[in-house]
Nanobody
Framework: QVQLVESGGGLVQAGGSLRLSCAAS????????MGWFRQAPGLQRDLIAV????????YYADSVKGRFTISRDNAKNTVYLQMNSLKPEDTAVYYC????????????????WGQGTQVTVSS
């Protein structure tokens, strides 16, 4: 298990940008695939972006592709989510998660989760 702590959420106006960070500790961070999820009230938790342990080409959900960018800095044990051109429908609690196994990208099994950080986009 790895411990994950998200930060960087907040209130932003539509069209604005925000960068989320997820700091990891407890295990070898560089060996994990790292994903970002989000969950709006009453809805399921959806996968929005994944970056592999190799740092290769990431996966993005259609809803965020072209606007969001996932990246990682293994030296800092941190994964980031750069969010641009934010829309009110992006409002949700955002979670980072770590995966060590499963099929890429949507079949990955996540064994560690952060506490979540709230992102609110106003119009």
């Amino acid at each position: 298990q790895v411990q994950l702590v998200e930060s960087g959420g907040g209130l932003v106006q539509a069209g604005g940008s925000l960068r989320l960070s997820c700091a990891a500790s407890g295990r070898t961070f560089s060996n994990y695939n790292m994903g970002w999820f989000r969950q709006a009230p009453g809805l399921q938790r959806d996968l929005i972006a994944v970056i592999s342990w190799t740092g290769g080409i990431p996966y993005y959900a259609d809803s965020v592709k072209g606007r969001f960018t996932i990246s990682r800095d293994n030296a800092k044990n941190t994964v980031y989510l750069q969010m641009n051109s934010l829309k009110p429908e992006d409002t949700a609690v955002y979670y980072c998660a770590a995966s060590l196994y499963g099929s890429w990208p949507q079949g990955l099994q996540y064994d560690s989760w952060g506490q979540g950080t709230q992102v609110t986009v106003s119009s």
